[in-house]
């Protein structure tokens, strides 16, 4: 049980410092290298694509409670302009990264002008934690691409900001 457990925080730790805000292929760093687990033999990369299909700027940023603070840190923010994109890498020791992998207690904010959403991992409604949610493009044996569009049926029966 304890082994899973260290796997696992090992697992959060490796996706958090994987994350980086473009999509090229990149060779993994020394520093991964270094801390890859013996039985595994490559890094597996998922990429996520945010398009704004809304004329609103969308903004987005993922938390994760694992650290016991009031309020629990920003782990990464970023804002679509309206027609805009943004890109997020995640790499995985053996295995293709959910989108913001940070575990059981990750959770997404995203606001868009008047109305925001929030999504916690492990609710059924948490698309934005589900890879299938997303379209997939492209990629090779160790890079996926996939991206989610933003349009205003997200925000329809979302909270209203006051």
Not at 3 to 15: D, E, G, Q, S
Not at 75 to 87: N, S
Not at 132 to 145: C, N, S
């Amino acid at each position: 049980m304890r082994t899973k457990r260290n796997l696992f925080l090992l697992w959060a730790v490796l996706c958090t410092a994987a994350l980086v805000v473009s999509c090229d292929k990149q060779p993994a760093s020394q520093e991964e290298e270094d801390e890859r687990p013996e039985y595994v033999d490559y890094i597996c990369t998922s990429c996520y694509r945010y398009v704004n299909g809304t004329s609103e700027p969308v903004s987005v940023e993922f938390h994760s409670a694992q650290y016991d603070l009031t309020p629990p840190p920003v782990e990464e923010a970023f804002t679509v302009a309206a027609g805009g994109r943004h890109e997020i890498r995640f790499a995985g020791f053996g295995l293709f990264p959910e989108p913001f992998c940070l575990g059981y207690d990750t959770w997404v904010k995203v606001s868009q002008g008047e109305r925001q959403f929030v999504q916690r991992a492990g609710e059924e409604t948490a698309f934005l934690l589900d890879s299938t949610a997303y379209e997939r493009l492209e990629g090779d044996r160790l890079t996926r691409v996939y991206e989610y569009r933003f349009t205003d049926d997200d925000f329809a029966g979302a909270e209203i900001i006051d």
